[in-house]
């Protein structure tokens, strides 16, 4: 075999895969893969890079989302939590340091962290577990999860974080940060505002912030509807904006007409939470899970003092 010819030994998939992305992407070559000019026996198409940036992530999602090692239970709720157009909305590409808050038991995590496990940051955020039940069951079912799993979350962090004063890394240091149905929680404990300004420190400038959570009606006042887990849209908008940050559009991938929004339970009444058991099962099964906001936030870039002569 000709030396100019020979890579370095890695799965076939993963070389092309890194090496398509470096195209697209603008990245550095793979260390250690020597590629000469192709043969002239070689088949012109025997490597055709994607058209774009956004073509290559969509592949790439669309292998993870495929991906064996997510749960059975997960895979279900794709139809109402539409992964791979959110992602996309959101702007995630597989070279990006994301931070999700509270990813739970790990739902988008079993996405993301493969995702980025090659050529970008996985980073889960989880509020120090001491003093919350809950907390401390996401933070074992998560650590559990990358543990047993080194192939696709062996480079996923985890960060733990005080409500109070959240600090969820280096100023400046995260591309991305996502949060899925969590906002509704800060509000009902007041640490809302904290949560969004330690978002907006991490973010580098021009940084995006993805946010969705369920939506409550545009009439609804804020008092009416916090405890029911719906929020109104325009207050996630001021929590964001009074951070810094610019709305920068707001999408309709997670929206659900059918939720009206007004059960005994609030929206854990609906699926997968079923709050009622099997009372009404059937009608909040026909539902399906609630209507949700989403929203794409920027920090904004602050443009360079010009000289003084």
């Known amino acids: ?155 996923a962090r985890i960060v733990q974080f005080d409500p109070q004063a959240p600090v969820f890394g280096a100023p400046a240091s995260a591309d991305l940060v996502l949060t899925f149905r969590n906002v509704h929680n800060w509000v009902m404990a007041d640490t809302a505002p904290a949560m969004f300004k330690a978002f907006f420190t991490v973010l580098k400038p021009g940084g995006v912030l993805g946010v969705v959570d369920h939506r409550a009606d545009d009439s609804a006042s804020l008092e009416a509807v916090k405890r029911s887990g719906y929020l109104p849209t325009a207050y996630v908008v001021k929590l964001a904006t009074e951070a810094g940050f610019t709305l920068d559009e707001s999408s309709e991938i997670n929206a659900n007409p059918k939720d009206t929004k007004d059960y005994p339970k609030g929206v854990w009444t609906l699926p997968p939470t079923l709050t009622l058991g099997e009372q009404d099962k059937a009608k909040y099964l026909a539902i399906g899970e609630s209507d949700r906001m989403t929203l794409r936030f920027v920090k904004p870039v602050v443009p360079a003092a010009a000289s003084t002569p």
């Open 1 to 155: 075999m000709n030396r100019g010819t020979q890579v370095t030994r890695m799965g076939t998939a993963r070389l092309v895969a890194a090496l398509l992305l470096a195209v697209c992407l603008g990245l550095p070559a793979v260390a250690g893969a020597q590629v000469a000019r192709v043969e002239p026996d070689q088949p012109a198409d025997m490597l055709v890079p994607p058209t774009s940036a956004s073509d290559f992530t969509a592949s790439q999602l669309d292998s993870v989302l495929a991906g064996s090692w997510r749960s059975p239970a997960n895979r279900a709720r794709d139809v109402y939590r539409h992964p791979k157009a959110t992602l996309q909305f959101f702007g995630v590409r597989p070279d990006r340091t994301v931070i999700e808050i509270t990813p739970g038991g790990g739902w988008y995590a079993e996405i993301l962290a493969p995702l980025l496990h090659d050529n970008g940051h996985y980073v889960a955020a989880e509020k120090a577990p001491a003093a919350d039940s809950e907390a401390r069951s996401d933070d074992s079912a998560l650590r559990k999860k990358f543990a047993a799993d080194a192939v696709h979350y062996g480079n």
